[in-house]
């Protein structure tokens, strides 16, 4: 009766791992970050300068002297500082300075993107860089009239960089880069 019982739970421990073994194994798909973001709304910049542009309403914007701003996000640990600099027969100088201080990055820069902005009706110039990569900073800009204002713009993350981990929150500062771009208007007469 024992020899019985140890053969049919011999058989039926081969038929169990027989048929469990006929499953398809199938690799599991690249998993993704899933961040949400709130929804976007604007308002203009209330500060006086010789300039203003919408900034979304959830952001801390820090008076800076010389009419500098820093335009916080602290949610996402990051901010936009914007410097502003008169055109005073130097745009060439301030055009140069601000390329330098992008391509600073390309030690550690995978890829530098540029896009260039102009607008004649707002008289607003500029480019946006791209930087990808583990840079200090991902997204810079600069615009100017060309005749009597000039800003410099440069993101930075309070985390040490990987790209990878806050491509999505560069992602979602941008689109606000590019509408204080679009809605940028100089306060000072042309």
């Known amino acids: ?8 739970f011999a058989i039926f421990s081969m038929l169990f791992f027989l048929f469990s073994c006929n499953k398809v194994v199938l690799p599991k798909p ?5 961040l949400e973001y709130p929804e976007k709304e604007y308002k203009k910049l209330s ?27 602290p949610n996402l640990k990051a901010s936009i500082d914007l410097t502003y600099r008169p055109v005073k027969n130097n745009l060439k100088e301030l055009l140069t ?14 890829q530098i993107i540029p ?6 009706e707002k008289r607003t110039f500029g480019t946006l860089y791209e930087i990808t990569g583990n840079a200090a900073s991902h997204l810079q800009f600069h615009v100017t ?14 985390v040490k960089p990987n790209y990878d981990s806050i491509l999505p929150a560069v992602n979602y500062i941008k689109e606000d880069v590019l509408r204080l771009v679009e809605t940028l208007e100089w306060e000072s007469p042309s």
């Open 30 to 34: 690249t998993a993704y970050l899933s």
């Open 115 to 120: 896009k260039d902005f102009i607008n004649t």
């Open 47 to 73: 500060l006086q300068r010789p300039y203003s542009f919408d900034v979304l309403k959830t952001t801390t914007i820090i008076d800076d002297k010389n009419n500098w701003l820093k335009i916080s996000y």
């Open 145 to 158: 009239d060309s005749t009597d204002n000039f800003i410099k713009g440069s993101l930075y993350f309070y």
């Open 97 to 110: 300075e601000a390329e330098k201080l992008v391509f600073k990055h390309a030690v550690k820069a995978e």
């Open 1 to 8: 009766m024992r020899n019985i019982l140890s053969l049919l």
